[in-house]
């Protein structure tokens, strides 16, 4: 089991405060992507708050904008207009150091396809986001989550030699190694069967209600959405329903 | 029509893309092409031109008498005495040099028989100064009939007169003297160089051949026209095959990296491969699919290459000829020629090695199974699968190599030598996977604690992309090899000369007449100037050496006389480990012995007790060799006579070069101002020896400056391929550097970590290029020079240097890495995990 203060980086930066509460927070968000000749629009206007210590499911057929959603709450792309927030600060004023500083201190991923580099160790995969931001005791955190998902014989393989299922909890075990404020998953059950998808589920929900993260999840599958305290439905980038349980 | 249509989308489409790259493995063909193309347009240029502007004056001869040493003029009157209807024309032939303009050939012909240049004088020209000067060389120096010429003639300026301009083709510049005139100019009185003869085209030709043989005396030899042309050839091929070996190295390179760019090709394209196997395509089908691919880059990078290579002969072929004149013979460059003949087989070339470097990656191609779309890694497993495959065949590659480096010359060329050499490069790509996963293996540790993360995640890429790391490490390999090879051998070189020039040249001061020397040229020394210098105080005593371009069973060798109790006294002369030099230098004077250079003996077969039957002046004299010395100068060889045994057969012979060697104590300032003074009205050079040895290392570093821009072009073809492979190593892990921007890298991390992919592919190519490079530089010295070029080269490999080169090549591997790490950095993450 990990500690919530474990292998934490700098308790401040940038004026985001590890103490507040996490928050994610959307404002009237739209995106448009240059098409062929005419511009494509993925999101319409989209407005929410992703609650801390909670998971948020983002539901909707393919191409309805859930992705594009993602990608915008990671701070790995820009809104075309309004804003994302995180902490109250907008993602879009932020350099390209500051918001590498923000995924490595604040933001987690889980891929769909695992998105495991296949030439580093289980371990190594866990532990390189600590790496990359040069924290200390890198080794023993990256182990810690490892013994969280289950998988700590497995340190030393190669992901190639693992199963779907080990492979996502590997996953997630890397992207909650650096204890993020935000976890974004995207359909981290589609590529698995129901026994290694129910794992996953378990170790998400485990994220949100255990160590505080707030959790934004793009899924179509109704076992992951039953997680979810809050259920947002997409439909052509706009905001169908909400509902919470 | 379907697979040209499949050749646009699935090949030409994606290449038009990636211009870039594209425009990397086009220029890599070009240059290697370019190389190729320019060295054998200038060679030709340079040594294609021997035939004698003679020719162009007089027409062309049935057969041409000569013999070493010249003949008497009296033979001329005996076969005009023959009863055939044919004409016998004397001829001298030199070198004149005209102060500030250059040296060009001076015929002296009988103006009276020929109807060119014309037998009737300008009236008041002396018949004796009357010269005649062909059109373009009087079009150069503007001179018009009855103008005044000085030319430089042996060691004497002598004026004379331009009795007439001569039609001649362009670019043929001589002059021409009656040859009574040029007897006495070049004081040969009753010598000949040469005889023509006309035969009239009614008589038999075999007939009238024989009867000259018949009365000739045995020394005299009878050449068809052409026959010096065609030695002069012969002579050259060993250094004109060497360039040639040299020009191919680029090419070599570039075959590397059209095999990578088709290798990457065939892996990004798997996927595409399986579904149209899946829809019907046929193995051929994708097979020719990329072998056109291939052939279009070495098609197009050739047509380019071609151009360039015409573009750079222009510029090379005067570095040629200049070490053909110091080294071979005097030859004038010819116009550079640019024919079909020459553009085919540039062309032929490139596609030749674009067919080659691509036929296994086309073959990989061909077996994908039409259900399976592998993945790279998978590919990539395979690959580490195989690295032990590969060492073995290393192994065996190195093993015929060895057996190659032990083969007998071919006709005067070391192919055992260069076979080894292209096994050895074969051994070494075969090896590099196994040298990547090794040093990957060794700098893991080391890497990641230097460099952090950045470290760890570049030596694990490397290692994954094993097939594509180990071929851009075998380019940059063979070119270092190359460039490591031959910096040896001409360090090596090099050295060994500087050893031999302070055993050879022992004397404090030598004299020769003034103009500029050429191989083959033995300009002539006045007789009275050795007791001028023997007189003057401070001198103890004087060598005299008469040297002379010399045929020895066809082949053009120089024949030297000396003072050898002189030289046994005062010189270093190195003999062969074995022999005693003191005892054969001593056993020459007065006798029919000789020694002979290294090459000379290796030329020939000869060893110390051999018999040589020397054709001297008329007679064939048995001559004994008693020792084999090491010799640099000439690769043809020389054969040195006790000056008391020439004379004894040449009385006529004049000497070419003093050695003046001083009294302990001597100054050699005040000597050498002293001898200048005596010798005033002779126009010849005193030089301290310091100053032959600098002429003689400036001779050397010219003649190898080619080599060295050869090298340069394929460091940069190698360095273009880095380049063109880091990129697509790049754009291949673009789903991985995208991650890491996800998982918390920065930018300059990303860009880091390309570049330490640079420095360790660097280092690889380093590496495996130095260990190469020493095995090649043993080859190039011990095998492809011994047979080549017939002398012993001793192994000095210049570290400085080396190192020097070493790093800078690295770090150009580093900068070629820095537009990849650019792109590296610059990858929108969102983007490219989603397009996966």
């Known amino acids: ?245 | 029509m379907t697979s040209a249509r499949l050749l646009g989308s699935l090949i030409l489409r994606p290449l038009r893309r990636d211009r870039l790259r594209s425009g990397l493995t086009l220029l890599s063909v070009a240059l290697g092409v370019a190389v190729v193309v320019a060295i054998d347009l200038a060679g030709e240029a340079a040594t294609g031109s021997f035939r004698s502007s003679l020719r162009t004056l007089v027409g062309s001869t049935d057969l041409e008498i000569t013999a070493n040493g010249g003949m008497d003029e009296t033979w001329i009157a005996r076969l005009a005495a023959l009863p055939f209807n044919a004409r016998f024309a004397p001829v001298l032939e030199t070198q004149a040099e005209i102060p500030g303009a250059g040296a060009f050939p001076l015929y002296g012909v009988d103006t009276l028989a020929g109807a060119r240049p014309p037998a009737a004088l300008p009236a008041g020209i002396d018949p004796d100064r009357a010269l005649f000067v062909s059109q373009p060389l009087a079009a150069r120096l503007s001179l018009h009939p009855s103008a005044s010429l000085t030319l430089l003639l042996n060691d004497r300026p002598q004026t004379f007169q331009v009795a007439a301009v001569l039609p001649a083709e362009a670019e043929a510049e001589y002059l021409v003297l009656d040859v009574a005139a040029a007897q006495k100019a070049l004081n040969a009185y009753g010598k000949l160089d040469r005889i023509d003869v006309y035969v009239s085209p009614r008589e038999d030709f075999a007939r009238v051949e024989q009867a000259i043989r018949g009365l000739l005396p045995p020394g005299y030899l009878i050449e068809r026209p052409g026959a010096r042309s065609q030695e002069n050839q012969r002579m050259l091929r060993a250094f004109r095959w060497n360039l040639r070996v040299l020009s191919y190295i680029s090419l070599v390179v570039g075959a590397f990296l059209i095999y990578n760019t088709i290798a990457v090709s065939v892996v990004r394209r798997r996927a595409e491969i399986g579904i149209l196997r899946a829809l019907g395509a046929t193995r051929a089908g994708v097979f020719w699919l990329f072998l056109g691919e291939a052939l279009m880059f070495g098609l197009l990078g050739s047509l380019a290459g071609v151009a360039l290579g015409r573009f750079l002969a222009s510029s090379i072929v005067g570095l040629i000829a200049s070490t053909v004149n110091s080294l071979y013979a005097s030859s004038r460059p010819a116009p550079i020629s640019l024919g079909p003949a020459e553009i085919l087989a540039g062309v032929v070339a490139g596609a030749l090695v674009a067919f080659l470097s691509a036929f296994a990656p086309a073959l990989e191609a061909m077996r994908v199974p039409p259900t399976e779309a592998m993945s790279r890694g998978a590919h990539e497993h395979h690959a580490r699968l195989h690295w032990r495959r590969g060492l073995l065949w290393a192994a065996l590659l190195a093993a015929l190599a060895l057996a190659a480096s032990r083969a007998r010359p071919v006709a005067g060329n070391p192919l055992g030598g260069y076979t080894a050499a292209l096994l050895a490069i074969g051994a070494a790509a075969l090896a590099a996977p196994a040298l990547v996963l090794l040093v990957n293996r060794l700098t893991r540790a080391a890497a990641r604690r230097l460099f952090g993360p950045e470290g760890l995640l570049a030596g694990r890429s490397l290692a994954a992309s094993l097939s594509r790391t180990s071929v851009v490490a075998a380019a940059l390999a063979t070119a270092v090899a190359m460039m490591a090879s031959v910096g040896i051998m001409v360090g090596s070189f090099r050295e060994t000369v500087l050893v031999w020039l302070d055993t050879q040249l022992r004397a404090d001061l030598y004299l020769r007449p003034a103009g500029r020397t050429t191989a083959g040229q033995f300009p002539a020394l006045s007789a009275e100037l050795q007791p001028v210098v023997a007189a003057v105080p401070g001198v103890e005593a004087v060598d005299v050496f008469h040297g002379l371009e010399f045929l020895y069973q066809g082949d053009r060798v120089a024949l030297g006389g000396g003072i050898l109790e002189i030289v046994r006294r005062y010189g270093r002369l190195r003999f062969l480990p074995g022999e005693d030099r003191d005892a054969i230098l001593r056993s020459l004077p007065g006798q029919d012995r000789c020694i002979v250079s290294e090459p000379f003996a290796n030329r020939h077969g000869v060893r110390p007790g051999a018999r040589l039957a020397l054709p001297l002046g008329g007679r064939v004299v048995p001559v004994t060799v008693a020792g084999v010395y090491y010799e640099y100068s000439s690769s043809q060889g020389y054969i040195v006579l006790d000056r008391s045994t020439l004379l004894k057969y040449l009385p006529r012979q004049p000497p070419t070069n003093l050695a003046v060697y001083l009294r302990p104590g001597a100054d050699r300032r005040s000597v050498r101002r002293e001898i200048e003074r005596r010798v005033a009205g002779y126009r010849v050079v005193v030089a301290p020896n310091q100053a032959l040895r600098q002429n003689a290392m400036a001779i050397f570093d010219r003649t190898f400056a080619i080599t060295w821009a050869l090298e340069g072009v394929a460091i940069i073809v190698a360095m273009l391929g880095a380049a063109n492979s880091l990129l697509a190593l790049v754009l291949d892990r673009r789903r991985e550097l995208a991650l890491l921007r996800y998982l918390g890298a920065s930018a300059p991390q990303v860009r880091r970590m390309v570049l330490l992919e640079a420095g360790f592919v660097g280092l690889l190519g380093n590496t495996l290029g130095l260990a190469l490079g020493a095995v090649l530089s043993l080859l190039l010295i011990f095998v492809v020079n011994k047979q080549s070029f017939g002398w012993t080269i001793q192994f000095h490999p210049p570290v400085g240097l080396l190192s020097a080169a070493l790093l800078l090549v690295w770090g150009a591997t580093v900068l070629a890495g820095l537009y990849p790490a650019r792109v590296a950095a610059r990858l929108n993450p969102s983007e490219v995990i989603h397009e996966e």
């Open chain 1, 1 to 245: 089991m990990f500690s919530s203060g474990e292998a934490r980086c700098a308790p401040r930066y940038n004026g985001y405060s590890l103490t507040t509460s996490p928050r994610l927070e959307l404002r009237r968000v739209s995106k448009t992507y240059p098409g062929n000749g005419q511009p494509l629009q993925v999101l319409h206007e989209i407005s929410l708050e992703v609650p801390a210590g909670a998971v948020t499911a983002l539901l909707g057929r393919s191409g309805c904008g859930k992705t594009t959603l993602l990608n915008l709450a990671g701070a790995m792309d820009f809104p075309s207009s309004g804003e994302v927030l995180i902490d109250g600060r907008a993602t879009s004023s932020l350099n390209d150091a500051d918001l590498t500083l923000l995924r490595r201190r604040r933001i987690g991923f889980v891929f769909q396809f695992f998105q495991l580099l296949p030439t580093l160790t289980v371990l190594e995969n866990v532990e390189l986001p600590l790496l990359l931001a040069a924290a200390r005791g890198a080794r023993e955190a990256a182990l810690d989550r490892l013994r969280w998902v289950g998988l700590e014989e497995k340190a030393a393989v190669l992901p190639y030699q693992l199963s779907g299922g080990q492979m996502q909890r590997v996953a997630i075990a890397r992207a909650l190694v650096h204890s993020p404020d935000i976890l974004i998953a995207d359909e981290p059950t589609g590529n698995l069967d129901t026994a290694s998808g129910d794992q996953v589920l378990a170790l998400i929900r485990q994220a949100a209600a255990r160590f505080g993260a707030a959790v934004l999840m793009a899924t179509h599958s109704a076992e992951a959405a039953a997680i979810a305290a809050l259920r947002v439905r997409l439909r052509d980038g706009r905001i169908e329903s909400l509902e919470r349980s």
